[in-house]
């Protein structure tokens, strides 16, 4: 993976919280027309939650801007703070904020801002640390 730039990170969070969105409003419908659609589903999680998760994944991208290049235990500092921080609001939401899809999208998320910061490394520097 080349380092990314700071526009293609942005593209990848506005992705990850506009289908927090849609799953919030939506389920597994596309839209309200959608015959799938429920107006009784409940995600498990509300907007507020979303705010808070965009907090947490903005906080460790100002973080990771901010690391000397090539600083691998500051990069794994700040990746392991934002990682328990999203373990903590996830149980909030009895596990359902971050699932499958969830879960891709922000390993994706914490892995090009990592590689964007001089993390030589493509393996998931969150299992570690992750819960969901």
């Known amino acids: 993976m080349a380092r ?3 526009r293609e990170l942005n593209q990848l969070r506005a992705s990850f919280i506009a289908g927090l969105v849609s799953y ?17 589903f409940d995600p498990g999680y509300i907007q507020a939650d979303i705010n808070r998760c965009a907090k947490i994944v903005d906080e460790l991208l100002a973080s ?5 290049e090539k600083k691998s235990e ?20 009895d596990g359902g904020l971050l699932e499958t899809d969830q879960r891709e999208q922000l390993c994706a998320i914490i892995l090009a801002a990592a590689k964007r910061a001089g993390l030589a490394s493509d393996h998931d520097i969150t299992e570690e640390w992750r819960e969901w």
């Not at 919030?24 to 107006?39: K, L, R, S, V």
């Open 4 to 6: 990314p730039t700071k």
């Open 24 to 40: 919030m409003n939506y389920g597994g419908a596309t839209d309200e027309a959608d015959p799938d659609f429920d107006p009784d």
């Open 64 to 68: 990771l801007e901010s690391v000397a």
């Open 74 to 93: 500051s990069i794994l500092k700040a990746v392991k703070t934002a990682v328990i921080k999203l373990n903590k609001l996830n149980d909030q939401c």
